[in-house]
């Protein structure tokens, strides 16, 4: 049998300000800044919670590397939920924390399929889902 896919890389998250974007998700959410450096005229960034194998991407729309429409669509981007999932073993004591450094974030709820949910945005109202599983 031929290798295959090993892991996700990572997701392109599309913000306004990258600099402020990336001190929010280092200080605010407790991400390492895993990659920092020049590319096509900006940065490119990549931040991840400490234990992650998968990064988010921290960019602004770039005409230097996007076509018109692929700028603009990456501007309407911003502020949407991102489909990206966050993973927490105790989401109350994470909730608590978040907030208190001042993050919009939803109270935890429960879910029909066991586990529990909140939603986390960042400075720019893009949109990620907290969620801590089921027990077992």
Known sequence: MSEMIDSIGGVVIMVSDQ???????AEKMGFDIRLNVPFNGGKWIE?????????????????HMMSPEETELAKKNIGTNTGVWLYTSNIQSTYEELKS????????????WGGVMSLVKDLDGNIFTLLSSPEG
């Not at 600099?19 to 998700?25: E, L, M, N, P, R």
């Open 101 to 112: 450094k001042g993050v919009d974030i939803s109270a935890p709820q429960k879910q029909e």
């Open 19 to 25: 600099a402020q974007a990336v001190k929010f998700y």
């Open 47 to 63: 931040v991840a919670p400490k234990d992650s194998e998968c990064t988010l991407s921290i960019m602004e729309p770039n005409p």
